[in-house]
């Protein structure tokens, strides 16, 4: 398809396209000089994007008039695997300008202390260059790989569309051969990106393993690769727990092994194990593995002892700037390692270890200490962008403490506050518009549970603007969220249009989150197929008592066979399609999804029997707690503690 375009020497203009697409902006400007003044857009760095703001006969062929790249060559790039090595192998042979030019842009950041986000996006689009050289077969040099890799890991945070992160990822593997720890360091980033799906997760798993376990004596000589390894790790924890599940053992070995490797004390070994902790802590298996292969029996006090050690370092930072093990952490997160950047890694860690005992706490039906956590986080944060997501979680862990949907409404203007705050951040600091949009969602629920009519048509005009600029209408937030609205109202014609789920929508979004299931069952369950994927009773008793064998419940002190009782009272009136529907969720999120699909279909008795699913698989004391109190009063709209036990669960949930 772009065989024809090594006739243009304009090397550098494909390199600032691709990197736009990569990042998720899809365009550049065709005039010259430029007058676009977003530093992302076009890139305004005269100095270091040269020529390629300078346009060239290969416009013609990727670009629209307006300077967007054409919805053809979108297409191939997003959907053909391999096509990006095509269209930028098509200039294998310009590897060395290519190569002079990383160097070029490198140095240039370098002297200015850090690299603007055009010369991010630029250096993506350059890395990707060298990177189809590299399958060309070209003899890329090493050092210059670790150069353009530095500058695309900045461009991460940029990023302005989830659904490139795979792309990105394909782009750039080759040049994982020539330079591991940095490409460690690229998805340790692009790990700590939110709203990655699934498929990004495994992916990333599976490349953090091959490169731990392939190039671990090189990482172990260097150390900071260690820690970025860890934390890709507990990124990806932290976005997709469910999914970490089934990779525990060959992820905690992971985390066993580079903690093992790395001093205890100092400021990488720190920085480390505040990273490892939201794991450690909130999964039984690394937390067991933790204790016995590295010797620690209190978690709670190492990570008090770690705080405590962290708040030390920063208070003589420049005393660090001679330890070339975080010296190189430092260079993998911020691209200088100054006092200033030292500062921020140090911050970010005290904040990540915060968020651990925070969760920690929550996940163990303490909410209020949990606020307490994630309040310190926002402290330590201060005028931090970051801070946003503390604040977040501090609000949703006091809701979850409210006992009445009274005093639930005192909590209303806050939500408010938080989710006006995130729509005026959430496209200037992409790498946060997850959080941003979590927050604005949640505003959406709070007002819903309180019925209040203008709340919900406020905070739904943030939130459709924010799925659109974020090209995530379709995605399964946009679902869940109208789900669990349309679940609490009795809905007036006014909210109708605004809260309308398509069948597209529906199968799209339960796809895309249960993308391992049976398109005949998810299509049966959700009533849009035939009766190809019914299962029988039997499944649905087994995956029941599968789940009621599990601890947290004995903890409880739940009656197991009293629940298996009740459970089997309800499921016996359910027809095959609703049995189906049992069997779909595979997490304690997709549960609470699929009871409320069951719930707007006004199919009481499945709801009910998904919350009870919902206490069985339960791995977590709250959990357990907040499905067992929706059961209980389940499922009457104009009942107020119904609307309020919708609401707890889809806060601690979403």
Not at 515 to 533: F, K, Q, V
């Amino acid at each position: 398809m772009f065989s024809q375009l090594e006739v243009f020497d304009c090397w550098d203009r494909v390199a600032l396209i691709v990197g736009s697409v990569l990042s998720g902006y899809d365009g550049i400007s065709r005039e010259f000089p430029t007058k676009d003044v977003n530093p992302v857009r076009g890139g305004l760095v005269g100095e270091s994007l040269g020529d390629a703001l300078r346009p060239c006969g290969v416009d013609d062929l990727l670009l629209n008039v307006d300077g967007g790249v054409r919805e053809v060559v979108l297409d191939a790039l997003i959907t053909r695997s391999g096509t990006i090595h095509e269209l930028t192998g098509a200039f294998a042979n310009y590897y060395r300008e290519v190569s002079n030019e990383v160097v070029r842009v490198f140095n240039l950041a370098v002297r200015r202390g850090g690299a603007y986000g055009g010369e991010a996006v630029y250096g993506l689009g350059l890395s990707s260059m060298l990177s189809g050289a590299l399958v060309k077969g070209k003899a890329v040099d090493a050092g210059v790989v670790d150069e353009a890799l530095r500058l695309a890991i900045q461009a991460i945070p940029l990023m302005r569309s989830f659904d490139r992160a795979i792309l990105i990822i394909d782009a750039l593997r080759p040049l994982s051969r020539l330079a591991p720890h940095w490409y460690v360091a690229f998805l340790a980033r692009l790990s700590s990106v939110g709203g990655l799906g699934d498929n990004v997760t495994e992916i990333i798993i599976g490349d953090v393993l091959e490169l731990f376990n392939g190039y671990y004596e090189t990482f172990r000589a260097m150390a900071w690769p260690l820690a970025s390894a860890i934390e890709a790790i507990s990124s990806l924890f932290r976005g997709n727990p469910s999914l970490m599940n089934h990779r525990t053992a060959e992820v905690a070995g992971v985390i066993v092994k580079a903690l093992g490797a790395l001093p205890r004390r100092g400021p990488l070994g720190f920085v480390a194990w505040a990273n490892a902790m939201y794991p450690i802590l909130m999964n039984e298996v690394v937390g067991e593995l933790v204790r016995g292969g590295l010797g620690v029996s209190d978690l709670v006090g190492l990570s008090r002892s770690i705080l405590n050690g962290l708040g030390e370092l920063r208070r003589d930072v420049n005393e660090l700037l001679g330890d070339a093990g975080f010296r190189g952490f430092v260079e993998a997160r911020e691209f200088i390692a100054d006092e200033l950047s030292m500062n921020q890694v140090l911050m970010s860690a005290e904040a990540c270890l915060r968020h651990a005992l925070g969760s920690y706490a929550l996940v163990n039906d303490k909410p209020s200490e949990a606020e307490a956590w994630f309040n310190e986080a926002v402290k330590t944060l201060e005028a931090n962008s970051e801070r946003l997501l503390f604040e977040h979680l501090a609000f949703k862990s006091r809701a979850i403490a409210t006992p009445t949907l009274d005093e639930f409404e005192d909590l209303l203007n806050g939500f408010r506050d938080l989710a006006l705050d995130a729509y005026r951040i959430y496209d200037a600091s992409p790498r946060l518009s997850t959080t941003a949009l979590s927050a604005v969602s949640d505003y959406l629920v709070v007002a819903a549970a309180l019925n209040d009519l203008d709340g919900i048509i406020e905070g739904l005009t943030y939130f459709t603007q924010m799925l659109s600029d974020l090209k995530l209408t379709h995605s399964f937030m946009h679902v869940v969220t109208k789900l669990t609205i349309n679940a609490m109202l009795n809905q007036p014609q006014t909210l109708a249009h605004h809260l309308l789920i398509t069948p597209t929508e529906l199968i799209n979004a339960f796809r895309a989150r249960f993308h391992d299931i049976d398109p005949a069952i998810l299509e049966t369950a959700l009533g849009l197929g035939g009766d190809d994927g019914i299962v029988d009773v039997g499944v649905v008793v087994f995956r029941f008592g599968e789940g009621i064998e599990g601890k947290v419940l004995n903890e409880l002190g739940i009656n197991t066979d009293e629940l298996l009782s009740e459970f089997m009272g309800l499921i016996n009136s359910l027809d095959g399609k609703s049995l189906t529907h049992l069997v779909v969720p595979r997490s304690a999120f997709g549960r609470l999804v699929a009871m409320m699909h069951a719930l707007v279909e006004g199919l009481h008795d499945l709801a009910r029997a998904h919350a009870l699913m919902g206490i069985a698989e339960s791995n977590t004391k709250l959990q357990a707690r907040l499905f067992r109190e929706f059961y209980d009063v389940c499922c009457d709209k104009d009942y107020d503690n119904y609307r309020l036990a919708l609401a707890r669960l889809y806060l601690y949930h979403i």
